[in-house]
């Protein structure tokens, strides 16, 4: 399947303003998702402008989001008419909301996603129940399923992000590359969303 995820931006566009990495949740999925054949690319925002008509050519659309950059999703999300999953912080924090906009949420770990994906193009999505972290909607309510963690042995492909190799004057002396070196936090900040999503 053709699979495009976007990481929408969070400021205003009119600033022209870009970042030198996208976040490395949206690398991660669509690397697990091409490791199952699927034709995969993130579009991350804060690296280069989106193109909705090549959005709009693919048979499934992700959107990762934060709570800074929900109302932008949601704007890409209604003027996509293709099935949007929804994924990040925000999402995981508020499905309800993101399932007014979208088909799908994947909550927590996106891992869930590639059975998904793999339902989606086989036509079996009459019993979802069985696909960790995804909330969606039946007969009119929503369905929450079980919430997991799994860890994955996987080395992100940033090769999948449009224009992120393309060097321009900003990026031409500095292409970072993102690691994780762990997960979760032991901490327990009353600010931070990392505790709610994985509980």
């Given at each position: 399947?053709?699979?495009?995820?976007?990481?929408?931006?969070?400021?205003?566009?009119?600033?022209?303003?870009?970042?030198?990495?996208?976040?490395?949740g949206?690398?991660?999925?669509?690397?697990?998702?091409?490791?199952?054949?699927?034709?995969?690319?993130?579009?991350?925002?804060?690296?280069?402008?989106?193109?909705?008509?090549?959005?709009?050519?693919?048979d499934?659309?992700?959107?990762?989001?934060?709570?800074?950059?929900?109302?932008?999703?949601?704007?890409?999300?209604?003027?996509?008419d293709?099935?949007?999953?929804?994924?990040?912080?925000?999402?995981?924090?508020?499905?309800?909301?993101?399932?007014?906009?979208?088909?799908?949420?994947?909550?927590?770990d996106?891992?869930?996603?590639?059975?998904?994906?793999?339902a989606?193009?086989?036509?079996?999505?009459?019993?979802?129940?069985?696909?960790?972290?995804?909330?969606?909607?039946?007969?009119?309510?929503?369905?929450?399923?079980?919430?997991?963690?799994?860890?994955?042995?996987?080395?992100?492909?940033?090769?999948?992000?449009?224009?992120?190799y393309?060097?321009?004057?900003?990026?031409?002396?500095?292409?970072?590359?993102?690691?994780?070196?762990?997960?979760?936090?032991?901490?327990?900040?009353?600010?931070?969303?990392?505790?709610?999503?994985?509980?």
């Amino acid at each position: 399947m053709n699979i495009k995820i976007i990481e929408p931006c969070s400021f205003d566009k009119r600033y022209e303003f870009r970042s030198l990495t996208p976040n490395l949740g949206p690398i991660t999925i669509a690397s697990l998702l091409k490791a199952e054949g699927h034709d995969c690319q993130v579009i991350s925002e804060y690296v280069t402008k989106m193109n909705l008509a090549e959005v709009k050519e693919a048979d499934v659309v992700g959107i990762s989001i934060t709570t800074y950059n929900a109302n932008r999703g949601f704007e890409i999300a209604r003027r996509v008419d293709k099935p949007v999953v929804f994924g990040g912080f925000h999402a995981s924090l508020m499905p309800e909301e993101c399932l007014q906009y979208g088909d799908y949420v994947i909550r927590g770990d996106g891992y869930p996603v590639v059975q998904l994906v793999r339902a989606l193009e086989t036509g079996k999505t009459k019993d979802l129940s069985r696909i960790p972290n995804l909330v969606y909607k039946k007969d009119g309510r929503i369905v929450c399923n079980q919430q997991t963690s799994q860890i994955i042995d996987i080395v992100p492909d940033f090769g999948l992000v449009k224009d992120y190799y393309r060097l321009s004057l900003n990026r031409l002396t500095r292409i970072p590359l993102l690691v994780n070196g762990s997960r979760g936090c032991h901490f327990d900040c009353t600010f931070c969303a990392i505790k709610e999503v994985y509980k």
